[in-house]
């Protein structure tokens, strides 16, 4: 069974920097596609970035580009998701999650079939 571990989320003040991890286990995820996503306080959860685990097209939020980036390690099966600049506007509980490789990276919570349980982001003003 696949499983998804989310870390790395903490307190940090603006314009800070924090770097996520999501190791993954269970499954073979070079023809996975893996995203993170966000859920603010009061609002829904939204696509962040997304990346083709075995060719490394990556995607991104235009409130995050310039200023996020994701990445995975093959040999450790782990996604990561490096935030600088960090805004309060920053402030969610991020999960990553894992979608088939058909499709190509989606925006849309429903085309994932796994997620993590979160870890909490908070950016102070």
């Known amino acids: 069974q696949v499983q998804l571990v989310e870390s790395g989320g903490g307190l940090v003040q603006a314009g800070g920097s924090l770097r996520l991890s999501c190791a993954a286990s269970?499954?073979?995820?070079?023809?996975?596609?893996l995203g993170w996503f966000r859920q603010p306080p009061g609002k829904e959860r939204e696509f962040v970035a997304g990346?083709?685990?075995?060719?490394?097209?990556?995607s991104y939020a235009n409130s995050v580009k310039g200023r996020f980036t994701i990445s995975r390690d093959n040999a450790e099966n782990t996604g990561y998701l490096q935030m600088n600049s960090l805004k309060p506007e920053d402030t969610a509980l991020y999960y990553c999650a894992l979608k088939p490789y058909g499709g190509g990276i989606s925006p849309r919570l429903g085309d994932y079939n796994y997620w993590g349980q979160g870890t909490q982001v908070t950016v102070s003003s």
């Open positions: 269970g499954g073979t995820f070079s023809r996975s596609i």
């Open positions: 990346i083709i685990w075995r060719v490394y097209e990556t």
